[in-house]
């Protein structure tokens, strides 16, 4: 642009040096120079075509740059166009994608709440299960109970007086153990003192064996936790010549309760204590009678 007012100075310059140059001729030919006039006004005329025909050479090319810039502002403008398309599809993604995200937290919310109800129902379920265990337990030192009274009232000459009955470990003690203490008279049950106990310690497989002979019916004891040491869940399981012929679970909060058990005809009995932790907790059988 600087280009082209420079050659229109020059050429406004030029016309007013021919117009300055025809006035001179004019008053020369008014004194009988028309030459000079002439002159003049060819040498004027001459610049000005002169200068004309460089400023229109010269805003050819550059109509020419012009359009050329404005064919690619053009493109450019259509590119810009089609990055906006890109980004509005782009953010019309990502907000589907924050959609499908918060769709995930509500479904593992709705999990975690799942798995929170179900460990509710494990817990209630366990408990109401040793509550069932316990009553079966209770139900069957019933049964046994029962068992032998009928065995009793049916066994005619067989059956030893009442008044033949001896303690358990003093009549038939254990001739083979495992983590059982013996009997001791100075022990705490439930803050009772209880004679006759024999202690299964917890926290390995406690067990005894006795040689009956086949010599008994009866076998009647009390079973507790000892005092001051850690509640466990045990099973006791009593098996005759191998077989089990009765079980007994002793829960965490139990009181001592007393059983009934039939060895009728057995020849060696097992006792055998089943803790359903590691950890030593001691529950003792006392008071025991054998006849």
């Not at 265990?133 to 067989?158: F, K, M, P, V, Y």
């Not at 007086?161 to 439930?190: C, M, T």
């Not at 010549?241 to 060895?263: A, H, K, Q």
Request: proline share 2%.
């Amino acid at each position: 642009m600087k280009k082209y007012i420079k050659h229109l100075i020059i050429a406004g310059a030029t016309i007013t040096a021919a117009l300055i140059t025809g006035i001179a001729g004019y008053f020369s030919y008014s004194a009988g120079n028309s030459r000079g006039f002439d002159e003049g006004i060819n040498q004027g005329a001459a610049s000005v075509v002169n200068e004309i025909s460089i400023i229109l050479g010269s805003v050819d090319p550059t109509m020419q740059s012009v359009e050329v810039i404005s064919q690619e502002i053009t493109e450019h403008q259509a590119d810009l166009t089609r990055l906006q398309e890109q980004l509005l599809i782009a953010e019309q993604e990502l907000e589907q994608i924050a959609e499908f995200q918060n769709q995930i937290d509500g479904l593992i919310s709705e999990n975690d709440a799942l798995k929170e109800e179900i460990r509710l129902l494990v817990e209630q379920n366990t408990e109401q299960i040793r509550e069932y265990e316990d009553h079966i337990a209770a139900l069957e030192a019933e049964n046994a109970e029962l068992r032998i009274r009928i065995s009793a009232n049916t066994s005619g000459n067989n059956v030893p007086a009442i008044g033949n009955r001896a303690i358990f470990w003093e009549e038939v003690p254990p001739f083979e153990s495992n983590h059982v203490r013996e009997p001791n008279v100075n022990v705490l049950v439930a803050g009772n003192r209880v004679e006759n106990a024999l202690e299964f310690r917890g926290g390995a497989s406690a067990w005894t064996r006795h040689n009956l002979n086949n010599q008994y019916r009866i076998l009647n004891a009390y079973i507790g936790r000892l005092d001051g040491t850690r509640r466990e869940q045990s099973t006791f399981i009593f098996f005759g010549d191998g077989r089990e012929i009765y079980r007994i679970i002793v829960g965490v909060n139990d009181m001592p309760r007393s059983f009934t058990l039939n060895v009728e005809g057995v020849v060696q009995l097992m006792i055998e204590q089943h803790i359903h932790s590691r950890w030593e907790s001691s529950v003792v059988i006392f008071d025991a009678w054998i006849e």
